[in-house]
């Protein structure tokens, strides 16, 4: 049996302006992140918005699409997920397949459904049924906390 060997951190970058990348012994690539399986660990967790998003858009890979994402609870059906937009980052549309939270932290996104326009400041939260087909545009630069809770 091989025991669990704890990643190793690894400045691949001189620059401190980037994030030091983790390198994972067991598989021959490198990770910007902790895996998963040591990110959803443990049965209580506080989870710092701020430090979170600041890491999130320290990143040295570019965002998809004008913004990047990491989930930061995987339980059971239940995910909350973090979004760092750019200005004009979007999400095309999609539904869900359960009931979803859209809570702006920083900035505002505009969402699209098939019937309204919703314009979602900071300290706001939209609130969408299961499988409301929307799409997610960044009004400006924008911190987003989505949480998705499908239906049982």
Do not use: C, W, Y
């Not at 706001?124 to 987003?144: K, S």
Request: net charge negative; charged share 25%; proline share 9%.
């Amino acid at each position: 049996m091989i025991a669990a060997v704890p990643p190793i951190v690894v400045d691949l970058d001189s620059s401190a302006a980037r994030p030091a990348k983790i390198h994972d012994p067991l598989t021959p690539k490198f990770r910007l992140r902790q895996p998963p399986v040591e990110r959803f660990a443990g049965a209580e967790r506080r989870i710092d918005l701020t430090a979170s998003f600041l890491a999130l858009r320290a990143e040295a890979h570019d965002g998809a699409d004008g913004h990047r994402q990491i989930a930061v609870l995987r339980r059971g059906p239940l995910r909350i997920v973090l979004f760092a937009f750019d200005p004009g980052g979007r999400l095309a549309a999609h539904g869900a397949p359960g009931f979803l939270t859209i809570h702006a932290i920083r900035g505002a996104v505009q969402v699209r459904t098939p019937t309204d326009r919703h314009e979602v400041s900071a300290g706001q939260v939209l609130i969408l049924d299961p499988d409301v087909v929307h799409d997610v545009e960044a009004v400006e630069e924008a911190d987003v906390v989505l949480t998705l809770a499908p239906v049982t």
